[in-house]
């Protein structure tokens, strides 16, 4: 029996960056508690990043918005959370586009 190895050609497609934009709304909201809704938006940020929403872009998308207005509603946004959250909704809008385009699968 033959063992299975790491392949090591990678390509960096949208998503991989997508990943990355979720990932640091998520360390900045961990990063900075205590301003009104981060614990709701940790959790359903925690759900955006899940494989569910990963294999379904209209799942993460309706993810986005309850994020977004959760976040929105708060007082006292820290600023970095604030441009994380920029971050993920431009690349979220680039991602749809380049599906629709045929360009990612």
């Not at 900045?28 to 929403?53: K, Y």
């Not at 976040?71 to 006292?76: E, F, M, R, V």
Request: charged share 25%.
């Amino acid at each position: 029996m033959g063992f299975f190895t790491e392949p090591t050609a990678y390509e960096k497609t949208i998503l991989s960056d997508l990943q990355g934009a979720w990932q640091c709304l998520r360390d900045d909201v961990a990063a900075q508690p205590g301003f009104e809704g981060w614990e709701r938006a940790l959790f359903h940020i925690d759900e955006a990043m899940s494989w569910e929403a990963v294999r379904d872009l209209q799942q993460m998308q309706r993810s986005l918005v309850l994020v977004r207005n959760i976040l929105q509603q708060g007082d006292d946004v820290p600023l970095a959370v604030t441009e994380s959250l920029d971050a993920v909704n431009e690349l979220m809008d680039e991602t749809l586009d380049a599906l629709a385009q045929g360009e990612i699968d």
